[in-house]
């Protein structure tokens, strides 16, 4: 298995940094959704429960992972202030840690993110920068890391965004014993990556499923060639998992601790994001629905009459948008 060797978070350390972010982050709720629609999606034996990380601070998972580097910074490097790249969620998260942290945030993301997340960012103090897309706003927080001096909070690389994202997954082991499966959406890795890595720990016969766009699947074909790999372009609504690479440390860790990948198309999500809201009223964006989709697509007979452990990752869109994808979810 390639990488196995890389050195992953144990379950104390994952403790001590549930500690350490305190209050910063919400422990999300975790829902057992049992309404009629749900379950005829689901499969009626099937025990589906659902992690609501939609209701953290800045609407996503993505501030366990931008506070724990934050935290990790001297005061002086913190002072400087921080940089980062994103197609909205990330950059909300930066926006909101530099804000409780008392620094300042330099973020830059691509002309066609949605204008919403743009004005939420703004509303945390974020200086925002617009690139014309991914790669070409990669070079610049590059550039900006060089010449400003401020610090790359990287969007799902490195040891502490993975120490960060596993404590969603401690928080769900902790309050649903004995899971038989856990559905994780993927973009980098780093949400998927930390909550594999707690799982396998708490619950070692709990399966961990990653689910990736097709049209952004680059995780899919990393594990195909058994080393990081990139996609030359992001073709799906689900601009939250729409990295265009896989990159070492997450990637290493989703090879150990995950069991399988999973693709679900831009009309499931749809299809989930009506779901999800006509039978729990959660608005949800494409990337919150993912995970619901592969449960109600290419895992559901699989996970007939399982205990599943869901992932609804975040809710930063805009009414417009969300009607427009609710009502393509209705006719497709």
């Given amino acids: 298995m390639a990488n196995a060797a890389v050195k992953a978070p144990t379950l104390n350390e994952i403790e001590v940094a549930r500690t350490k972010l305190g209050n910063l982050v919400l422990e999300t709720p975790v829902w057992q959704g049992r309404t009629d629609g749900l379950l005829e999606a689901i499969g009626a034996d099937t025990e589906v429960f659902f992690k609501l990380e939609l209701m953290q601070h800045a609407g996503s998972f993505k501030p366990r992972g931008a506070l724990m580097n934050m935290l990790d910074l001297s005061h002086q490097q913190l002072q400087r202030g921080v940089t980062a790249i994103s197609a909205g969620n990330h950059a909300i998260a930066v926006g909101y840690a530099a804000k409780v942290l008392n620094t300042h945030a330099k973020v830059v993301m691509m002309k066609n ?36 001096g401020l610090f790359f909070v990287h969007p799902f690389e490195g040891p ?80 939250s998992l729409g990295a265009p690479y896989a990159a070492p440390y997450s990637f290493s860790l989703c090879r150990q601790f995950v069991d399988e990948l999973v693709k679900i198309d831009d009309d499931a999500m749809c299809r989930a994001m009506t779901l999800l809201f006509n039978e729990l009223k959660l608005a949800v964006e494409p990337a919150g629905a993912a995970a619901t989709a592969a449960l109600c697509g290419p895992l559901r007979d699989r996970l007939k009459g399982k205990r599943v452990g869901v992932i609804v990752c975040g809710t930063n869109i805009d009414a417009d948008s969300f009607y427009e994808y609710v009502r393509r979810g209705m006719q497709s």
């Fill in 160 to 239: 502490l965004t993975a120490l960060g994202t596993a404590t969603v997954g401690l928080e769900l082991c902790s309050h649903v014993p004995n899971l038989d499966a856990v559905i994780v959406p993927i973009g980098g890795g780093g949400l998927c990556a930390g909550i594999a890595t707690a799982v396998k720990q708490m619950q070692p016969a709990c399966q961990v499923f990653g689910v990736e766009p097709t049209g952004a699947d680059s995780m899919h074909r990393s594990f195909a060639a058994g080393k990081p790999e990139a996609i030359d372009r992001v073709r799906t609504i689900a601009d």
């Fill in 113 to 148: 993110a949605n204008p919403a997340r743009i004005a939420k960012c703004k509303a945390y103090g974020t200086e925002i920068i617009l690139e014309a897309d991914v790669h070409a706003a990669f070079e610049r927080v590059r550039q900006i890391e060089k010449d400003e």
